[in-house]
């Protein structure tokens, strides 16, 4: 039995404000769906974040549905789990998929069931619970959207590894984190896949996802054709003329998004990303040597691809990481929910604390 992992595909992303990259992420999904009608895999399973907010475009969902269609066709199934960015109060997207006959929206209580293999998923669980533990399991595939606290991915992640080690199933496909890592333990084997377009400048490995045979846990991985990005100096060694770099590198720069790292003393930003828009790139991003910034593989969004519609999900992870109770997240998630008019948002806030007894 071979399936298909893919995870954190983020739909929608309209990253540096760019229609391009909104459909760069939608062309990435196509492949992701080519693969798996060419290898003929029994199923793909999706480990969360299929969009990248809960409030997807028209056309988001219309490539969508046509995309999951020619799966459909093709007679492999869809599952999936929802993770943080696309996370809704009531009836999740996989919902609605699910009642076209176009997904699976996996749980934990009753696995779908896999040619005798059970797949048990897990939905987003919330950092800020004092504990996530996933559920024990009868063998088959445990499917979560978690980071896990491994020096690869963060030591201070919420999902202990001894735990999913320990939780009966034999092969755990996550979600979250953005670049690929296998670890195994005896006849145990957890996974991410990595996104499938790159949704940071940290993010530098080429895109993939993962085919398994499950039978014997073997893996195969699938490259697939992204948008590049050309890094042009770095923080250890920034460039001391940056615009012979840009004639230098020319054919890498044009179409690509461009991080240019400076030296001190150079043209401003604005002239460097003047210097980058004439020979073609895409999109520049300019970091002075004394910036700070992540550039770990799992790091958050830099602050120049920062758009209004990423602000939702970052507003999210950053009220979560505050700690504040179920009561004022869901208060919260009210205040910023566009399909309740502004005029509702007093009496639906109303409602649901007198519902909470406050």
């Known amino acids: 039995m071979r399936i298909l992992h893919v995870a954190d595909t983020h739909l929608g992303m309209r990253q540096y404000g ?32 299929l969009f990248d907010n809960r ?29 943080n960015h696309e996370s809704k109060r009531d009836a999740q997207w996989l919902d609605l998929f699910s009642q076209l006959g176009m997904a699976i929206h ?16 897990v939905d987003y669980i919330s950092r800020r619970q004092d504990e996530v533990k996933p559920p024990q399991v009868d063998g088959g595939i445990l499917v979560m959207h978690q980071l896990v606290n491994a020096k690869e991915v963060t030591p201070s992640g919420e999902l202990a590894m001894s735990d999913l080690f320990q939780c009966g199933a034999r092969l755990i496909l996550l979600g979250d984190y ?11 084997l957890i996974s991410y896949p990595g996104s499938t377009e790159r949704v940071s400048t940290a ?12 039978e014997n846990l073997s893996l195969e991985r699938r490259e697939l054709n992204t948008r590049r990005f050309t890094y042009l100096g770095s923080q250890k060694d920034p460039l001391a003329d940056p615009v012979a770099e840009l004639e230098a590198m020319q054919h890498l720069i044009k ?22 828009f004439k020979r073609d790139a895409l999109f520049v991003i300019v970091r002075r040597s004394k910036d700070v910034a992540d550039e770990s593989a799992g790091a958050g969004p830099d602050i120049e691809q920062l758009q209004v ?3 939702d999900g ?45």
């Open 106 to 121: 996996l749980n934990h209580e009753q696995p779908y069931d896999l040619k005798g293999v059970p797949i048990y998923g």
């Open 309 to 311: 519609e990423q602000l």
């Open 178 to 188: 953005h670049e690929h890592q296998i670890w195994r333990e005896g006849d145990v």
């Open 18 to 49: 760019l229609e391009v990259r909104r459909r760069d992420f939608s062309n990435a999904f196509q492949q992701v769906i080519d693969a798996a009608i060419e290898e003929n895999v029994d199923a793909v399973i999706h480990a969360g974040d």
């Open 314 to 358: 970052v507003i999210s992870d950053e009220i979560e990481k505050r700690g504040f109770s179920p009561l004022a997240i869901d208060i919260d998630k009210i205040i910023r929910d566009g399909s309740i008019v502004d005029t509702k948002v007093d009496a639906a806030v109303t409602q649901l604390l007198k519902d909470a007894g406050v």
């Open 55 to 83: 409030l997807p475009s028209m056309e988001d969902l219309r490539d969508v549905l046509r995309q999951l269609s020619q799966l459909r066709k093709s007679n492999i199934p869809f599952l999936g789990i929802v993770g």
């Open 203 to 214: 993010e530098r490995p080429r895109r993939g996802v993962t085919i398994f045979d499950y």
């Open 255 to 276: 179409d690509a998004v461009t991080v240019i790292r400076p030296s001190q003393g150079t043209l401003t930003p604005r002239q460097l990303q003047e210097e980058g």
